[in-house]
């Protein structure tokens, strides 16, 4: 994680002195496994095998709107089954970073835990915004 410093005027104070600000920026790469995707990609074939990670990557898309729903209704008991499921397709198509913090999501709901439940539910929708721009970028090296 990357931390710069900027100064912001403070417009309350009579004399607008600068107050030191910290922006923290996550730097994040996914890790994924492209045994998975090579074999859908072989197996498949080049369009089937779009659509289906396509399906995939959507099918998860849902589940993360879900269990952002059940967060912020304090739902915890709804939060572990999508969160485990999320966890399986992710692992079979590479996406391991999203898988093992899928896990940790269903964890810490069980736990009742809302402040981690937080925490790791933004850091996997995180890495499945970077999961899914890997993905088509290792699909676009080895479809040419």
Known sequence: MEQTHIRIADKSAP?????????????QTANLDPSPVDHIFAVKGQAEAEEMICRVLEDIAHRLDALQV??????????AKPAR???????????????????????AAKQADG??????????????DIAVTEIWTFRDRHST
Do not use: N
């Open 15 to 27: 004399i607008r002195p600068q107050v030191p600000v910290s922006v923290l920026q996550c730097r």
């Open 70 to 79: 059940a967060k912020d209704h304090h739902a915890f008991d709804q939060i």
């Open 115 to 128: 402040v981690a439940l937080s925490a790791t539910l933004a850091r996997l929708e995180r890495g499945f």
């Open 85 to 107: 499921r999320i966890k399986q397709v992710a692992a079979q198509i590479g996406l391991t970073d999203v898988s093992r913090t899928a896990a940790h999501v269903a964890t």
